[in-house]
C-alpha cells in the first residue's frame, strides 16, 4: 500500500503451483465483501476453470433481508454475463434468541456455521473474509474494552485453519479508504445494512459515537490498534502452548461423557496470572467458548477459598462446577428449581425408541436398544417419572446392598447438580436413576431385547 487512498491489492491468495480450483468469498452484499468478491473474481478470470463463490447468508432478522438476498443474485449474474467466473450459494439460517448470548454473537455463530457448510458442500477449501484495517483496531478496542485475555486483544487473524476450511482476511492490513477507492473505481454497487446505525450493538455504538472523537484526537489510532494487534498474534503461538502444557499438568479424568476436568487444589497454587490464563484456556477447551473476563476474575479469586474449605459449588451461568477439589464444564443446560417438580408423578408409557420430552424437568430420556444393561421394554410401557421423595434405595450391581440414593450418589461421585434429574418407576419398582444409571434388579437377562436410558438435560 502506497498511499491510504489506494486500490487494494487483489485478492489472490495462491501461488500458480497452489491455484485452488474453487474459491469461497463471504458476500454480503455490502461495500466490503463487494469489493473483495469482485477482486477475487477478476484475479480468478486469469485462470481458466477456476471458480468463485460468493457464500451469502440469510439471517431474517431485518425486513431487507429478502432484499438484499435478490440484490446478491442480480450482481453475481451480471458479473457472469460479463465474464467473470461467479457463482452465488446462499442460506437460510435461524437464529436462536433468548439463549443468554447477545444477538451479534448468535448471527456471527449462525453465519459462520452456514459459510463452512457451504464452502465444504461446494468443494472450496480457502474461504475469504472482507475485514479491513479499522475492522481490526475496533475489534482490538472492544476486546480491551471487554476486559479479554490475549487471545481475545489478538483480535482476528489474517489466515486460519478451522472447521477444515482455510479462513484469510486478504485486506486485513489495508484501510478502509482503500477499499472505498476500489468501488468508487470499478463502479460497484453494493447494500448498506440498516442495523450499521443501530447504537444497541455494541461495535456500531463505537464506530458511530466514539470511532469520529478518537481519530480526531488520535489520527493515527487505526493503524496504531491494528498493529498492537499484530504484535500479540506475533507472541500468541508461544503463549498458546505454555498454557497448552500448564493446563496439561491440571488435567483430571472425570466420569464417562464428561469433559475432563480441571485440579481445582493445584490450580489455586498458581500465582494469580497463571490462574487466569489457565482458567481461560481450559474453559475454551472444554466449552468452545471464550469466558468473560469478569468470570476469570471471580473464580481466580474464589475458588481457592472454596477448595481450602472443601465445599461445592455450581455456577450454572458458565456451566461450571466445583466439586471434590475439582472444576467441572458441566454444560450449558437448564435448570429447575425442586419447588418446580410436580409432585405427582408423570406416566411415560414408553412403546418405542427414541427421545421422550420431560418438560417439568427441562430434559429428555433418551431410550435406545443395547446389547446387554438394559431393561425389558415392557418395563417401560407403564413407566413413571417422579422427583426424588427421600427414602429411595438403589441396587448399583448384582449382590450388591441396595443403598440410599445420597449414599450411591457420593460413592460415584455424582455431585449435587447432577441428582436432579427425574426417577424412572415401573409401578413401585426404581428402574433408573439419572448418574447412576439402570437399578441392577431392573437389568434384562443376557440375550433378550432390552433398551438403555440416558437423561439429557435441556441446552439453556
Request: aromatic share 6%; proline share 6%.
Amino acid at each position: 500500500m502506497s498511499s491510504d487512498t489506494a486500490e487494494p491489492e487483489g485478492a489472490v491468495m495462491w501461488t500458480d503451483a497452489s491455484r485452488p480450483s474453487c474459491v469461497a468469498v463471504a458476500y454480503s452484499g455490502g461495500r466490503d465483501s463487494t469489493a473483495l468478491l469482485h477482486a477475487t473474481a477478476c484475479a480468478a478470470r486469469e485462470h481458466t476453470g477456476m471458480v468463485v463463490l460468493a457464500l451469502h447468508v440469510h439471517h431474517g432478522l431485518s425486513a431487507q433481508a429478502d432484499a438484499w438476498l435478490a440484490h446478491a443474485e442480480q450482481v453475481c449474474a451480471r458479473w457472469a454475463e460479463q465474464g467473470l467466473p461467479v457463482r452465488l450459494v446462499s442460506r437460510r439460517v435461524q437464529v436462536a434468541l433468548g439463549s443468554g448470548a447477545s444477538v451479534e454473537a448468535q448471527a456471527r455463530r449462525a453465519r459462520y456455521q452456514a459459510l463452512a457448510e457451504m464452502a465444504r458442500e461446494a468443494g472450496a477449501g480457502l474461504v475469504l473474509l472482507a475485514h479491513h484495517r479499522r475492522d481490526q483496531a475496533e475489534t482490538f478496542l472492544l476486546q480491551a474494552l471487554r476486559g479479554a485475555g490475549l487471545n481475545g486483544l489478538a483480535s482476528m487473524p489474517a489466515e486460519i485453519e478451522r472447521d477444515g476450511l482455510r479462513w484469510a482476511r486478504p485486506w486485513l492490513t489495508h484501510p478502509r479508504e482503500a477499499i472505498e477507492a476500489y468501488v468508487a473505481h470499478h463502479g460497484l454497487s453494493w447494500i448498506d445494512d440498516d442495523s450499521n446505525t443501530h447504537t444497541r450493538f455494541a461495535r456500531n455504538r463505537l464506530r458511530l459515537d466514539v470511532w469520529p472523537g478518537l481519530l480526531a484526537a488520535f489520527p493515527q489510532a487505526e493503524g496504531s490498534l491494528a498493529a498492537a494487534a499484530r504484535r500479540l498474534q506475533d507472541v500468541l503461538p508461544g503463549a498458546e502452548a505454555w498454557r497448552s502444557a500448564l493446563v496439561a499438568s491440571l488435567l483430571m479424568p472425570g466420569r464417562e461423557g464428561e469433559a475432563a476436568r480441571l485440579d481445582a487444589a493445584q490450580w489455586a497454587e498458581l500465582s494469580g496470572a497463571q490462574r487466569r490464563e489457565s482458567l481461560r484456556h481450559w474453559y475454551r477447551m472444554v466449552a468452545g467458548l471464550s469466558l468473560a473476563a469478569s468470570w476469570v476474575e471471580r473464580l481466580a479469586h474464589e475458588v481457592p477459598g472454596l477448595v481450602f474449605q472443601q465445599k461445592s459449588l455450581q455456577w450454572p451461568e458458565i456451566g461450571l462446577g466445583l466439586y471434590r477439589g475439582a472444576l467441572v464444564f458441566l454444560g450449558m443446560v437448564k435448570t429447575v428449581g425442586a419447588d418446580a417438580l410436580p409432585s405427582e408423578g408423570v406416566p411415560l408409557s414408553i412403546q418405542v425408541p427414541g427421545s421422550h420430552a420431560l418438560a417439568s424437568w427441562a430434559g429428555h430420556l433418551l431410550v435406545s436398544p443395547v446389547p446387554s444393561g438394559g431393561v425389558r421394554p415392557s418395563v417401560l410401557a407403564a413407566a413413571v417419572a417422579r422427583p426424588r421423595a427421600g427414602g429411595e434405595q438403589f441396587q448399583s450391581g448384582p449382590g450388591r446392598p441396595a443403598r440410599s440414593l445420597k449414599k450411591q450418589f457420593q460413592a460415584s461421585g455424582v455431585p449435587q447438580w447432577g441428582r436432579c434429574g427425574p426417577l424412572i418407576w415401573s409401578g413401585d419398582v426404581l428402574v433408573f436413576v439419572p448418574g447412576l444409571g439402570v437399578d441392577a434388579r431392573c437389568v434384562a437377562p443376557a440375550g433378550e431385547p432390552q433398551w438403555g436410558l440416558e437423561w439429557v438435560p435441556a441446552p439453556r
